[in-house]
T-cell receptor, first 119, second 112 residues
Framework: EAEVAQSPRYKITEKSQAVAFWCDPI?????LYWYRQILGQGPELLVQ????????DSQLPKDRFSAERLKGVDSTLKIQPAELGDSAMYLC?????????????????FGEGSRLTVL | KNQVEQSPQSLIILEGKNCTLQ??????????LRWYKQDTGRGPVSLTI?????NTKSNGRYTATLDADTKQSSLHITASQLSDSASYIC???????????FGAGTRLAVHP
């Protein structure tokens, strides 16, 4: 069964260091999402891509976070410099349907996440 | 402000018992309502998706209901199993780009 792949699964870093997460969505999925989930809370959208274009990055802290999906397939989320408050699970999700088509109840598939701990 | 509130925050039940989790949403315009199961340290997995015209949907022992008039949803788990121990997240989608609004989840623990 096709899955959304994420790496690394776990990352421990010191504050002020740079960290990067990678996501490979299910083949053929046009829409890709990065979410941040703090322990005990629901996921919060950071950035949404439709193919290689950013659809929504309104909640992305652009002074330290960046995301790209250059060829419209896999994606990288970078944090530089990392801060203590960035400790969280970073989840990638993908959907076959275009972003606007999700109103037709298109399924959203999540990866296993990347757990970041900033010391 | 678009938001989703879930109750209770946490719940402990004995194996074999039933339980019901609640979700209230304030989302406009409303598109659909989703329930996800998230095991500790894992990504969420979809249980059900309902549009505003649907008022019930089942997935095995999980049954979700939706009342679009009162903006409430519930997830009923029948004959609970130890493997049902997880967080259950309610998600309401809104707008033309179907922005997903996540609740904080209900943490369910099923004890033998």
């Amino acid at each position: 069964e096709a899955e959304v792949a994420q790496s690394p699964r776990y990352k421990i870093t010191e504050k002020s260091q740079a960290v990067a997460f990678w996501c490979d969505p299910i083949s053929g999925h046009a829409t890709l999402y990065w979410y941040r989930q703090i322990l005990g809370q629901g996921p919060e959208l950071l950035v949404q891509f439709q193919d290689e274009s950013v659809v929504d990055d309104s909640q992305l802290p652009k002074d330290r976070f960046s995301a790209e999906r250059l060829k419209g397939v896999d994606s990288t989320l970078k944090i530089q410099p990392a801060e203590l408050g960035d400790s969280a699970m970073y989840l990638c999700a993908s959907s076959f349907y275009a972003a606007y088509a999700l109103q037709n109840t298109g399924e959203l598939f999540f990866g296993e996440g990347s757990r970041l701990t900033v010391l | 402000k678009n938001q989703v509130e879930q109750s209770p925050q946490s719940l402990i039940i004995l194996e074999g018992k039933n339980c019901t989790l609640q979700c209230n949403y304030t989302v406009s315009p409303f598109s659909n309502l989703r329930w996800y199961k998230q095991d500790t340290g894992r990504g969420p997995v979809s249980l059900t998706i309902m549009t505003f015209s649907e008022n019930t949907k089942s997935n095995g022992r999980y049954t979700a209901t939706l009342d679009a008039d009162t903006k409430q949803s519930s997830l009923h788990i029948t004959a609970s199993q130890l493997s049902d121990s997880a967080s259950y997240i309610c998600v309401a989608s809104s707008g033309g780009y179907n922005k997903l609004i996540f609740g904080a989840g209900t943490r369910l623990a099923v004890h033998p």
